[in-house]
């Protein structure tokens, strides 16, 4: 594309004031004006045709390969000239979608050597599919009167995954709280059912232990030393319907949920047992497999970032049988999700109750602060009171559900949202030394 400069503009109206003088002084000389309009117009395709056209330039990219939630990186294009007389300056925009910031909006840098490298900042804003859709690159023509414009088609993707450092830290500092370096590094000897060793039984011991046959082979009192087990199977379950994608403290509940689900699944991964990732809103979207090792991580860490937001009602039914069909083993499921009152879970709990059969199920659910505040909320005007009547309403239809899950033998993690991570944990490492996964 080829347009006419500011400059350009300028000199062709400059045009009128000159043919109004001529004609009034000199009629004879009333073809100036015309002249005037011909000087520029030729002008202007002797600009168009020095200074590089679009077939000698081009561009490459040079793109990070992921951002996590909060950070930034770099994109860099580079604009080559094979021309003798190529710009001295070039200016480059990016276009992006809504996830995506790029900083500045327009970018000129100089031309040398035959070329210029333009930097744009990228910040993730929320998590999922950034894309970088296109990139204009203009410049002007050595006398300045034209734009030469030109567009290439990136089409490039970038995910943005959750901030992973925050998740890595937080489960460090947990971990030396929960006996896993150090001293206590060895409590998760004797605390588990998984055949360890045999010793020398002492005082103090319990007497179940005793190995009886070993005792009486050994002419020793011998018993048995147990330790956690590894490998058991984890699978994180993610609520993806409407109410999972209403904010909840600035961000969505699913991205909250993510986070601490990420958490749960670095620890578990760190301690030796296999974790997978399974969504699911009006249909499953999601499911991983289980995967085991510091190597796990990163691949459940892309997958989070695959999932999305979504406006449809969560299918209980379809979304835990599936999961359900899927598992054949004996695991631990961390569902994570959000109901609205007691009639609307009804579903919710007649799905879990059907795991429980064989499966032991977390339930993770972020604490209301919202409808607590407006619950307590001191009255000033008579619609305050109207408020605080249903916002106490809610909060007791959902302490009803989630006093009726407790009697089903339901782990519930109802916790605020800032400490909900690590409620999660040290509900999982409790689950561990109580050997009941």
Known sequence: ?????????????????????????????????????????????????????????????????????????????????ATRLPPTRAEFA????????????????????????????????????????????RWQ?????????????????????????????EALRLFQRNALFGFNAQRDIGDGAEFHALRDFRAGMDRRTIDWKQTARHAALLAKEFHTERNQQIILALDTGRLMCEPLAGQPRIDRALHAALLLAFAALK?????????????????????????????????????????????????????????????????????SDSTSAELMIENIERLLRRHMVLFVVFRDEELEAMADKEPSVPSDVSRAVIADTLLRERETVISRLRRMGVEVVDAPVERAGASLLNAYLDLKRRNVL
């Not at 020095?50 to 793109?63: A, K, Y």
């Not at 900083?103 to 900042?121: D, K, L, M, N, Y």
């Not at 809103?281 to 090792?293: E, H, T």
């Not at 695959?306 to 979304?319: H, P, Q, V």
């Open 271 to 339: 301690l030796g047992d296999r974790v997978g990732l399974y969504a699911f809103d009006a249909r499953p979207r999601l499911s991983s497999g289980a995967v085991s090792g510091a190597r796990g991580f990163p691949l459940l860490q892309s997958l989070g970032a695959r999932i999305d937001y979504s406006t449809e009602e969560t299918n209980y039914t379809l979304g835990l049988t599936q999961l359900s069909g899927e598992l054949q083993r004996r695991s631990l499921i961390a569902v994570f999700t959000e109901f």
């Open 94 to 137: 990016l276009d992006t979608n809504g996830i995506l910031r790029s900083h500045p909006v327009r970018r000129s840098v100089a031309i040398t050597g035959g070329g210029g490298e333009a930097r744009f900042r990228l910040s993730a804003l929320r998590r999922g599919a950034g894309r970088l859709h296109r990139v204009w690159v």
């Open 1 to 81: 594309m080829i347009y006419p400069t500011r400059r350009a503009i300028l000199l062709a109206f400059l045009g009128a004031p000159l043919a109004l003088v001529a004609g009034l002084a000199a009629p004879d000389f009333w073809f100036i004006g015309v002249a005037w309009l011909l000087f520029v117009a030729v002008s202007l395709c002797a600009d168009a045709m020095l200074g590089g056209l679009w077939s000698e330039m081009t561009v490459q990219q040079m793109l990070p390969a992921g951002l996590a939630v909060g950070t930034s990186d770099d994109a860099r294009f580079r604009a080559t000239f």
């Open 141 to 169: 023509g050595p006398l300045g009167l034209v734009w030469k414009q030109t567009v290439k088609a990136l089409d490039a993707g970038i995910p943005i995954t959750p901030n992973v450092r925050a998740v890595k830290e």
